[in-house]
């Protein structure tokens, strides 16, 4: 049922910029909230950045300012832009939904994630 696909990334040098992209579908999207997440190997795996269902948004601290998260609910897709890119960014970057099939607290929750997408910032 419920399907993310991440596309965007790839290898950019020190500096630059890529905009990852996480197409969803099987739930409704625009009732969600969003998050990016990323692994870097021998890493555990670290938020980067998330968005509510209602517009607020949450970035790891030495990201805030070079990054943001977007979501287009018309398209059913959140966008992370990254600027300023650095080695240290490098990692596999995931797409993460979570939210309620209703709106009471003891609604049933759900959490699922993409497949990830690779960023590599190499020189």
């Known amino acids: 049922q419920v399907q993310l696909v991440e596309s965007g990334g790839g290898l950019v040098q020190p500096g630059g910029s890529l905009r990852l992209s996480c197409a969803a579908s099987?739930?409704?999207?625009?009732?969600?909230?969003l998050g990016w997440y990323r692994q870097a190997p021998g890493k555990e795996r670290e938020l980067v950045a998330s968005?509510?269902?209602?517009?607020?948004?949450n970035y790891a601290g030495s990201l805030k300012g070079r990054f943001t998260i977007s979501r287009d609910n018309a398209k059913n897709t959140a966008y992370l832009q990254m600027n300023s890119l650095k080695p240290e960014d490098t990692a596999v970057y995931y797409c993460n939904v979570r939210g309620q099939y209703g709106s009471a607290v003891e609604s049933p929750v759900y959490d699922y994630w993409g497949q990830g997408t690779q960023v590599t910032v190499s020189s």
């Open positions: 099987g739930f409704i999207f625009r009732y969600s909230d």
């Open positions: 968005i509510t269902n209602r517009g607020n948004t």
